[in-house]
């Protein structure tokens, strides 16, 4: 069955830090893979999305690259700022119009001053 | 900008009671989903429902849980009787038809005492 798998947190950085949470998959066919982000109390928005093979999606100053001989979609920023401070989920969704989004654990994401 | 909302924001119920959780999609959005997210866990597919009909569901949701969409706007998902584990954050998500991207609301938070 399809899977996804992302680096332990939490993950803590100082401002302006480089930034990457990793995240692998496991599916058959072509997946589309995402990243959303739940800020404190809140729920979940999509940050960034890639539908194939070395698509890079980016928002926000955020990037990944789909990249299907290693399976991963990797999550980079080149300077976190502290409203960065979040959980990060990475998802993958087969095509098709009803099909889930099957997540990973998530990764909380502490930037400090 | 549409965004998809949900009622109430935070439910507190007795194990064993009924409780219905109300999801407004967003108005020309067709596929309909539900997801839990149970406190420091991942978040979990429950239902995919299009058509009036149920498209996918997980193990979890067993015959204890329903949705239904009793109108031209509401979604609903129902749990008959409330176990101490149902406690958990519920995401209902919509999207387009042919669409890829789903949009989250910001949840329910259940309890169960």
């Known amino acids: 069955g399809n899977s996804v798998t992302q680096m332990e947190g939490p993950v803590t950085l100082s401002e302006e830090a480089f930034l990457t949470i990793n995240c692998t998959y496991t599916a058959t066919g072509y997946p589309s893979l995402f990243w959303y982000v739940q800020y404190p109390g809140e729920g979940l928005q999509l940050l960034l999305k890639a539908t194939k093979a070395d698509d890079k999606g980016s928002n926000k100053g955020f990037e990944a690259t789909y990249r299907k001989e290693t399976t991963s979609f990797h999550l980079e920023k080149g300077s976190v700022q502290v409203s960065d401070s979040a959980v990060y989920f990475c998802a993958l969704r087969h095509t098709g119009t009803a099909s889930k989004l099957t997540f990973g654990t998530g990764t909380r994401l502490q930037v400090t001053l | 900008e549409p965004e998809v909302t949900q009622t109430p924001s935070h439910q507190v119920t007795q194990m064993g009671q009924e409780v219905i959780l109300r999801c407004v999609p967003i108005?020309?959005?067709?596929?309909f989903y539900w997801y839990r997210q149970i406190l420091g866990q991942k978040v979990e597919f429950l239902v995919s429902f299009y058509n009036n009909e149920i498209s996918e569901k997980s193990e979890i949701f067993d015959d204890q849980f329903s949705v239904e969409r009793p109108d031209g706007s509401n979604f609903t998902l129902k749990i008959r009787s409330t176990k101490l584990e149902d406690s958990a954050m519920y995401f209902c998500?919509?999207?387009?038809?042919?669409?890829?991207?789903?949009?989250f609301g910001p949840g329910t938070r259940l309890t169960v005492t």
């Open positions: 998500a919509s999207n387009v038809q042919g669409a890829d991207e789903q949009y």
């Open positions: 108005s020309n959005h067709l596929y």
